[in-house]
């Protein structure tokens, strides 16, 4: 039987790249065969409408053969979000009771940072500077497409570079604990 899992992203058309992959990796990491896909119906287009509980349930009851839903977004520097997002994973846990699980993490502080933690950095970046950057994305980011010539490829190469970065998974792991680490361990003891 096939554990398919449906990774919700604030907005699917750049995220995709990253976040599949990712989650994917965490799944292995957790001795997990499952069947990934990205919810692109409906795509919320923001974090506002993602953290929409009818949002969400409308979600749920359009794919009834998922056993996990993650919810993914950016912290984007809102402190409250992560409560949010706890907030969430809790009522719609409990509503689906043993149907299927339902997890909620925030990107510390944009999913782009996934990218940038597996990636080797220029010797002048702090990764507490990167980590704490709540615009990250146009940033640190913005300057690693730059730096490795990807701002041709399609979604600025979000999809090669993400490729690159979870080669070293471990890296990621160790420059991502509060939330890549809390995946891991949610995932790990709830499938």
């Not at 977004?73 to 809790?90: N, P």
């Not at 909620?104 to 990636?119: K, S």
């Not at 300057?143 to 399609?154: H, I, K, N, Q």
Request: charged share 30%; hydrophobic share 40%.
């Amino acid at each position: 039987m096939s554990f398919n899992v449906l990774v919700i992203p604030e907005d699917f058309t750049k995220d995709e790249q990253i976040l599949k992959p990712l989650v994917q990796r965490i799944l292995d990491d957790c001795g997990r065969k499952a069947q990934v896909q990205v919810c692109r119906n409906p795509n919320f287009q923001g974090v506002q409408t993602a953290l929409r509980l009818d949002a969400l349930r409308e979600v749920i009851a359009l794919y009834p053969m998922v056993q996990l839903f993650i919810l993914i977004v950016d912290r984007d520097g809102k402190s409250g979000r992560k409560q949010r997002t706890d907030e969430i994973e809790k009522t719609l846990s409990d509503e689906l009771r043993s149907k299927a699980r339902f997890f909620a993490e925030v990107a510390w502080q944009e999913v782009e940072i996934f990218i940038l933690a597996g990636l080797d950095i220029p010797s002048g970046w702090r990764w507490s500077e990167i980590r704490a950057d709540a615009d990250v994305k146009n940033t640190f980011f913005k300057e690693m497409v730059r730096l490795r010539g990807t701002a041709r490829y399609p979604h600025e190469g979000r999809k090669k570079l993400m490729a690159e970065s979870i080669s070293n998974w471990q890296r990621i792991k160790s420059r991502c604990p509060e939330d890549v680490g809390a995946l891991i361990a949610r995932v790990g003891e709830q499938t």
